[in-house]
Each structure stands twice: as C-alpha cells, then as structure tokens.
C-alpha cells in the first residue's frame, strides 16, 4: 500500500490543450464520424450495468451507450484538457455519465484502501 501512496503522490497532471482541441475537432468532422461513428456505436451498444470507460476522450462514445442497458458510466481520462471536452459532451449522453480525472481516480482508490 505505500508504495501505490508514493506513486500517486509523486503523479504530475496531465494536460495538453493544442492536442485535445485538435483532435476533438478532427473527430467532429464528417469523415471520422463517418469512420467511426458506426464502431463507436457498436462497441458503446454491447455495454451494460454501471460501465468503467478508460481513456474516455472528449466523450466521443458518451451519445452511443444505450440507455436501457448502462446504468451509469465512470468515465476516466488521463488528460485534463481532454477531460474538459467530455465534459461539454454530457448533455448528449442518455445515461449519466461521471467525469473523472485519472490522477483523481488514483487518488480515490488509494483512500479507499486506506
């Protein structure tokens, strides 16, 4: 257990704005929604019960999960800029979704064993 409190004491925060808006911008477009909007709804559709959404993005998956299956998502992103994005994209989501920085969920999990 010291050594997880070590670690996440020691994590920096991770942010890098240039990219988080690019590549929500690029995934905006027609021709990546075109690309992936069909994967994003196939994989986001199979989910079920309270989902762990690693890497969540700028909530580019949050429309596509179905709200008769999930009952929740505990989305977690590594990157403070990108979180920001998903967050903005919670009002076209049918299922509650709750944002959560990694270095956050570090945090979370190492008070929970304590």
């Not at 911008?25 to 027609?30: A, G, L």
Request: glycine residues 4%; proline residues 4%; hydrophobic residues 45%.
């Amino acid at each position: 257990m010291s050594d997880n409190v070590s670690s996440h004491q020691a994590a920096k925060e991770i942010s890098y704005p240039r990219f988080a808006a690019f590549y929500n911008w690029m995934t905006r477009r027609s021709m990546a929604k075109r690309m992936f909007d069909s994967l994003r709804r196939e994989t986001a559709g199979q989910a079920y019960g309270v989902v762990l959404e690693v890497g969540a993005e700028g909530g580019q998956n949050f429309p596509f999960y179905d709200a008769t299956r999930v009952e929740r998502v505990e989305a977690i992103e590594p990157d403070e800029a990108m979180l920001a994005f998903a967050r903005r994209t919670l009002a076209e989501a049918s299922v509650p979704i709750q944002p959560v920085i990694l270095l956050h969920a570090v945090h979370l999990a190492a008070d929970q064993q304590a």
